[in-house]
C-alpha cells in the first residue's frame, strides 16, 4: 500500500485563514469597469428639493383643504397663502376654473419624485466608497433612469414657463418686477438649472459606458472614481 501521511512538497496544505477563504461580495467593483457615481451637487440637490416637491404635489393635490380657509391649510401649507397670490395658477382663481393644469403637472410630480427614491435608494444601497460607485446592471439603470428623469424635469419646468409665455403672462403679469424675480423667477430657476446640470453629468457617464463598450478605452468618465481594489 503506497504511504499518504506525507505530502510531496510541490503540494504544500491549504492556507484556511480568514482572511485567504474570505468570498468577496458580488457587489465588489473590479478594476478597470464602468462605474456610475453620482456627484455632491446631484446628492444635495435631491435631497433638498425632494421634500419641496413632496410639499408642493401635496398641496395642489389635496386643494380645496389645503388652501387657504380649508381644513388643511395651517400651519403645512400657509405659505401658499402668498404663493398663491404671486402664482394664480397655485391660488383660488385657477382652481375656481377648473384649470388642470396644475394638477397635471402634480401628478406627474409623483411618478419624477418615486423615479429619484428609486435612484437614491440603489445608490445607497449597490454604491461602494465614498463616492458611492455603483457598477455592472444596477449601475447602468441607475445612470440612464435618472437621466430620462432629469430630462423630464427641466421639460416639465420649460412646459411652466412656457404655458406663461403664451398665455401672456396671465398668472404673474401682475406682479411687481421684485416680486416676480424673488418670488417666481428664482425659485423656479433653481428647477432648470441643477437638473441640465444632471443632465450634462449622467449624460457623460452614459457616453463613456458606451465608449467602453465600443473598444475605446481612451475615454475618460465624468469624475474620476476609485475602484474597490481586487484582492
Known amino acids: 500500500m503506497v504511504s499518504t501521511r506525507n505530502h510531496p512538497s510541490s503540494f504544500p ?33 435631491l435631497l433638498v428639493s425632494l421634500p419641496i416637491v413632496c410639499w408642493d404635489t401635496a398641496y395642489v393635490l389635496l386643494r380645496p383643504h389645503s388652501m387657504p380657509n380649508g381644513s388643511l391649510h395651517a400651519p403645512v ?12 395658477i397655485y391660488g383660488e382663481k385657477a382652481y375656481r376654473e377648473h384649470n388642470g393644469f396644475t394638477s397635471a ?13 428609486a435612484y437614491l435608494w ?20 441607475a445612470c440612464l433612469v435618472a437621466f430620462a428623469l432629469s430630462v423630464m424635469t427641466v421639460s416639465k419646468t420649460v412646459l411652466y414657463w412656457s404655458n406663461e409665455y403664451f398665455s401672456g403672462f396671465e398668472n404673474i403679469g401682475h406682479n411687481d418686477p421684485l416680486s416676480l424675480l424673488f418670488l417666481w423667477i428664482i425659485p423656479n430657476g433653481l428647477w432648470l438649472l441643477f437638473p441640465s446640470y444632471m443632465i450634462y453629468e449622467f449624460g457623460r457617464d452614459i457616453l463613456h459606458g458606451l465608449s467602453i463598450a465600443g473598444g475605446d478605452r481612451s475615454s475618460k468618465p465624468a469624475r474620476a472614481v476609485t475602484p474597490t481594489k481586487d484582492e
Open 13 to 45: 496544505p491549504p492556507d484556511l485563514s480568514p482572511t485567504k477563504t474570505l468570498v468577496r461580495s458580488p457587489r465588489s467593483i473590479r478594476k478597470g469597469t464602468w462605474t456610475h457615481a453620482p456627484s455632491t451637487i446631484t446628492l444635495l440637490w
Open 77 to 88: 401649507f400657509t405659505p401658499y397663502a402668498l404663493y398663491g397670490k404671486v402664482d394664480y
Open 105 to 117: 403637472q402634480a401628478s406627474l410630480n409623483v411618478a419624477e419624485t418615486a423615479g429619484y427614491v
Open 122 to 141: 440603489v445608490v445607497w444601497k449597490y454604491g461602494e466608497g465614498e463616492k458611492r460607485a455603483v457598477g455592472g446592471g444596477w449601475g447602468g439603470v
